[in-house]
């Protein structure tokens, strides 16, 4: 499974600079919202890094998914970080960024908590979240997959 995550986090890179230079050149926010990483990281990545792992034979499947899926959030959510970084420095009016909506930017934001605590804190909340969500749906996708492996095994075993 080596080199698994190359691929998803290019894709995760490129989806953080197009939504931030969208964004600071005023698209519309449906149209900001298609680069989302979030999409990407709590739904497709995990999805992918199932398929790719059930299609492997490699021994503890699900411990090794999981494992693959926080380390890809977290590495994805690190690419994040520093966007909220610059938002916290030059008060970028987005709502993402703003206090209203979970962000670092507005009215009584510390320089410890636009920096460190909000960015850390919500990093967490979304690791949780795609081990919950990715991790749930690409555990099914593992079960089914290994399923449908052993059916067919026993299939050509009993011919």
Known sequence: ?????????????FLV??????????APETVNNIFSVVVFYVLIAPLYFAFR???????A??????KTTALFTALAR????????????YQWPQYRFSVAG???????VSPFMGYVGIPLAAAAVWILI?????????????????????????????Q
């Open 61 to 66: 499947p699900y411990k090794n998914f999981l």
């Open 17 to 26: 600079v197009v939504r931030v230079v969208l964004e600071r050149a005023g």
């Open 1 to 13: 499974m080596k080199g698994i995550l190359k691929w998803p986090l290019i894709i995760a890179a």
């Open 102 to 108: 979970g962000g670092n930017v507005g009215p009584g």
């Open 130 to 158: 795609s081990l919950i969500v990715g991790g749930g749906l690409g555990s099914i996708l593992i079960a089914v997959k290994r399923k449908s492996a052993r059916k067919a095994s026993d299939t050509v075993t009993a």
């Open 78 to 89: 690190s690419m994040v970080i520093p966007t909220y970084w610059l938002a916290y420095l």
């Open 53 to 59: 792992i059930a299609g492997s034979g490699i021994a």
